[in-house]
């Protein structure tokens, strides 16, 4: 039980969170938009999700633990000497995750049997983004772009291909990646918010081991006002993907969540505490996927 406390917090199992929020987005749109779903291609897929993400976040916790080593610095805001004892536990991790890969390749070209090439190509795509994520000389982590990249990756074309493992190759188009951008919107800044507000905990930590993210640039006050924005302009394009009838009425009732989104953020304001504070962006995202479902729901029992 301890060793797989060990592993769950490795992978950071309760971030999976963001990637369920595009995925619900993309299936409320499906259902919407197409009135279709395929049940086979919609698991498969989700799993593929679940397991790219634990993929990164194992492959930047095993990092974390090379950096600390290296600059002789403890980081307790990420606890990563807590996570890996020794090297024979990261000699284990590291095994794991050849092993998640190993898994995910399988899952991949089942999805692609199932589906097409376009799939495919969207998922090479998205594989190149998660090394360079976390991988080579200069991982996108470690720079200014670690939001916007997250964000994107994982609200947006996690949305995107969710769509179009549940419909035939005759129904792609350009029109349809324009206004996934609409629907996607809420997670691409919702996910991007989990970058920022961890960065922004991480600042002093990350300075000390020579990482220079975002929050380096703009300062904390200024990651804070980016941080907040970053919702509103969620919630403007889940509005206009509603009033362009992208999305169900119903989802208005993610509108809803607006107060306690309000409240964690002032709190968030107030201190950038890992072990304290940045939970509440985990919790923003909970709320707000879990508002997604109910609308979705609502749609499903009124249509």
């Excluded at 797989?4 to 917090?9: A, N, S």
């Excluded at 049997?113 to 594989?127: D, Q, R």
């Excluded at 629907?183 to 991480?202: E, R, Y």
């Excluded at 709320?287 to 479902?293: A, D, H, P, R, Y």
Aim: positive net charge; aromatic residues 12%.
């Amino acid at each position: 039980m301890q060793k797989l406390q060990k592993v769950l917090k490795m992978v950071r199992f309760n971030s999976l969170i963001a990637t369920i929020l595009p995925f619900v987005l993309g299936i409320s749109f499906t259902l919407y938009y197409f009135n279709a779903i395929n049940i086979l291609n919609t698991i498969v897929f989700l799993l593929i999700c679940c397991l790219m993400q634990m993929i990164v976040n194992l492959r930047d916790s095993i990092k974390d633990y090379d950096n600390s080593k290296n600059f002789a610095v403890e980081q307790n805001q990420d606890e990563v000497f807590a996570k890996i004892g020794h090297d024979k536990d990261l000699k284990q991790f590291k095994l794991l995750c050849y092993a998640m890969i190993l898994a995910g390749v399988i899952l991949a070209l089942y999805l692609v049997y199932l589906t097409n090439f376009i799939i495919l190509a969207l998922g090479l795509v998205s594989t190149l983004i998660g090394y360079l994520y976390t991988g080579g000389k200069y991982p996108i982590q470690n720079g200014p772009l670690g939001e916007l990249f997250s964000g994107l990756t994982m609200g947006y074309i996690i949305t995107l291909a969710c769509v179009l493992v549940n419909i035939p190759i005759s129904d792609y188009s350009w029109n349809l990646v324009w206004k996934l951008i609409f629907v996607s919107g809420i997670a691409i800044f919702a996910i991007a918010n989990i970058m920022l507000a961890n960065n922004t905990c991480d600042y002093d930590a990350d300075i000390k081991v020579n990482r220079h993210t975002f929050v380096s640039y703009v300062g904390k006050q200024g990651a804070l006002k980016v941080y907040a924005t970053y919702y509103v302009l969620g919630y403007l394009l889940l509005l206009a993907a509603i009033i362009l009838r992208y999305l169900p009425i119903e989802m208005l009732v993610v509108f809803l969540t607006i107060p306690v989104i309000m409240k964690n953020t002032k709190k968030f304001f107030a201190v950038q505490v890992k072990k304290e504070t940045f939970i509440l962006t985990i919790k923003n995202d909970v709320t707000l996927l879990v508002s997604s479902l109910i609308g979705l729901f609502i749609y499903l029992i009124l249509k």
